[in-house]
């Protein structure tokens, strides 16, 4: 198999892809990126653009004038772990920045301390330089102590505060007054969940920072089987920050309105089948459907496109309600998923449906889902992915492997409940 190369793609509306030229060939065997060629960054210094890049567990350097034509660096590796102060075999995904109090240029990179058992070691690592070619080690930025890796570090500056994106199977991150911390966890910590991968490098296009994780598999295309690197971007993520409300995520403007543009399937509630419970419906609008039985009521909607984009407005108005969104479901209700939103436990899941009603959970989130006021709800089908945004503060991404097609469905648990302002539209 050949090693992983750097390529590169532009877009002007995070929808459509021109690619460029590759940027960086693996080399020969015995040169510094033989194998391994991974994460880096590209900075811009007097017109000239520097890309440095993991290359077999060291951080290398090409540059380039144009950014299509691009030459490695001689000196290659540039910055690389002595077994002394950061560990030689784990050293990766530089990040690189010009820090002003400094006057230097700083690089961030995932490594592990030498002090400490691996399993704890993970930290992000700094070197400083004053010419993006000479470097010197400095102690890490942060050395939590709480996992074996601090991968694809970025620290950037936004809502008054610095925020490092790290990876830890998961997107996390921490707030901090300055780089020197001391790093603050939220309650929220993580940036979606673990399928979406590698969302902590996100861009800035001068107003906005948007994320491009993407799509992990699956071992034996199972929804038990382990995560495997490699698959398709996710929805880029449209990234805001707040001191108090911490990270929020919710779809790029670009992709919410395209969706929107696209052709609608017509009034779902026209053909609705009320399976439990008492509803009241508003065919031929988009005022939406209300369940007013107190035990809670299930009310299946036609089958959809394999492919769909669905969005509404959830109101729960009781805290010990819960609310159920069935995908892909048989007729009979024995197969299919359900996403459950619990207010009372602030719980956010999605599950496969089985015999017993109780399956493990596939992934979930924690998260505050309001009693007595709308949660907007974005639900992405495509093939087996499944994407989720919650009140365009948080996400779920999910392979859906076993069930391709089937039912769609809003159930209410102990409690009324209503749907406002749906919309869904095919992707096919």
Not at 157 to 166: D, F, I, K, R, T
Not at 278 to 290: D, H, I, K, P, Y
Request: charged share 20%; proline share 7%; with cysteine.
């Amino acid at each position: 198999m050949q090693p992983p190369l750097i390529a590169h793609h532009v877009s002007r509306d995070l929808l459509h892809w021109e690619a460029r030229p590759n940027v960086v060939e693996p080399g020969r065997a015995g040169e510094p990126d033989c194998h391994n060629n991974a994460t880096g960054c590209v900075v811009e210094q007097a017109g000239r653009f520097y890309l440095f890049y993991t290359g077999n567990q060291n951080v290398c350097l090409a540059t380039s004038d144009d950014l299509d034509h691009w030459s490695k660096h001689q000196g290659n590796p540039v910055v690389q772990g002595d077994d002394k102060l950061y560990e030689r075999a784990n050293f990766r995904d530089p990040f690189v920045f010009y820090y002003e109090p400094d006057k230097l240029w700083w690089m961030l990179f995932g490594t592990r301390t030498m002090e400490t058992p691996g399993q704890r070691a993970g930290c992000v690592g700094l070197a400083k330089s004053k010419d993006l070619l000479n470097w010197e080690m400095q102690p890490p930025l942060w050395s939590p102590r709480i996992g074996p890796h601090c991968d694809c570090p970025q620290l950037l500056e936004a809502a008054g505060c610095w925020w490092l994106l790290y990876l830890q199977r998961n997107t996390r991150f921490r707030a901090c007054d300055s780089p020197a911390g001391p790093y603050r966890r939220h309650a929220t910590r993580n940036l979606g969940t673990m399928l979406a991968a590698a969302g902590s490098r996100p861009g800035f296009d001068g107003t906005r920072w948007i994320s491009f994780p993407f799509v992990g598999r699956q071992q034996g295309e199972s929804e038990a089987g382990d995560f495997e690197y490699a698959g398709p971007l996710a929805i880029p993520r449209q990234l805001s920050f707040s001191v108090r409300g911490g990270v929020a995520e919710r779809p790029a403007n670009e992709v919410l309105a395209a969706v929107r543009a696209l052709p609608d399937l017509g009034d779902p509630f026209a053909t609705a089948t009320p399976v439990t419970g008492q509803w009241t419906l508003s065919t031929g609008s988009r005022a939406g459907v209300e369940s007013t039985s107190p035990a809670g009521g299930l009310l299946l909607l036609p089958a959809l496109p394999s492919d769909v984009y669905l969005e509404f407005d959830l109101a729960l108005p009781q805290k010990d309600s819960d609310f159920h969104l069935i995908l892909r479901a048989t007729p009979d209700l024995l197969h299919g998923y359900q996403l459950a939103l619990h207010p009372r436990t602030g719980q956010a899941s999605l599950r496969p449906i089985s015999i017993w009603d109780i399956d493990r959970v596939m992934v979930s989130r924690s998260m505050t889902i309001p009693a007595g006021k709308l949660l907007k709800v974005r639900v992405f089908l495509a093939g087996s992915i499944v994407e989720v945004f919650l009140g365009d503060r948080v996400s779920l991404t999910a392979r859906l492997y076993t069930r391709r097609e089937g039912l769609t469905g809003f159930e209410f648990r102990d409690g009324v409940g209503a749907i406002r302002n749906l919309q869904w539209r095919s992707l096919v």
